[in-house]
């Protein structure tokens, strides 16, 4: 594995506790950065504390995204804790599981939403202007191939990312003269605990149109990732970065 220079960064981490976020701290630790894991999962976060402290400087927030009071409160005190946030890695998401977009609650709908996109609005809001003090910054929205081109019975999901994709597009352009990156990556399925809650005909269908067959690893997405994160990338930014075997690549 290569080694990426993130010495003396910090990096915030939603959903850090579990999945692609947890690979993404761990890339963070060995590349010499500090790491902020924001989760509501408290449990989920002692344990991830526990085995990534082992790796370098660990500080956990539980957070509710879906609360601004919450998602503040989580950025003063990493500023407290860590004195910086170089860099935010909107991990967190839910899938809400599978049904038609006619046959799906409305409660679970409009969670979806909350979650993976307005969760990331709310953090870019509450960190950008340390950023832009800063001078600098890097922001990496996770989205989804999803967000591409539409899962069939998972019309919250695919929205939420898209609507992600979006966001991240146009934060992008406002920050471009400010030193703050923001791109987003797509993700084709990655076998994560967000599998438990989608139907086993869904995940094989997901699986049927990735071109190398096979689902994506955490390490992989955890590599572009961490180089996103980075002053290697300079030039940069309102990109959309592929990682869908071969699914989705426009």
């Known amino acids: 594995m290569n080694q990426l220079d993130m010495k003396g960064r ?3 981490i939603t959903g850090g506790a579990q999945g692609i976020g947890y690979a993404v701290a761990r890339r963070m630790l060995e590349s010499g950065a500090a790491v902020a894991l924001w989760d509501i999962n408290q449990p989920q976060l002692a344990s991830a504390l526990q085995s990534l402290s082992a790796y370098g400087t ?4 539980a957070v509710d995204l879906t609360d601004e009071t919450s998602v503040d409160a989580a950025t003063r005190a990493t500023l407290e804790k860590l004195g910086a946030i170089d860099a935010l890695v909107n991990s967190a998401g839910i899938t809400g599981g599978n049904g038609t977009t006619w046959e799906l609650p409305v409660d679970v709908w409009r969670r979806v939403i909350e979650v993976n996109l307005i969760g ?3 953090t870019c809001r509450s960190v950008v202007p340390h950023m832009i ?6 922001i990496v929205n996770i989205a989804s191939v999803a967000g591409k081109e539409g899962n069939p019975n998972a019309s919250h999901y695919s929205a939420s990312k898209a609507g ?3 966001l991240t597009k146009s934060l992008a352009k406002e920050l471009a003269r400010n030193g703050v990156l923001v791109n987003a990556v797509t993700p084709a399925a990655a ?3 967000i599998f438990d809650s989608m139907k086993q005909e869904h995940i094989d ?3 049927s149109k990735i071109p190398m067959g096979r689902f994506l690893e955490v390490a992989e997405a955890a590599s572009m990732i961490s180089w996103l994160c980075t002053e290697d990338c300079a030039f940069s930014t309102g990109a959309v970065f592929d990682l869908s075997g071969g699914r989705a690549t426009y």
């Open 164 to 166: 992600l994709i979006g």
């Open 10 to 12: 910090a990096v915030v």
């Open 191 to 193: 076998r994560t605990p």
């Open 120 to 122: 990331s609005y709310l």
């Open 205 to 207: 269908f997901m699986l």
């Open 133 to 138: 003090a800063a001078g600098y910054g890097r």
């Open 58 to 61: 660990v500080v956990t927030q």
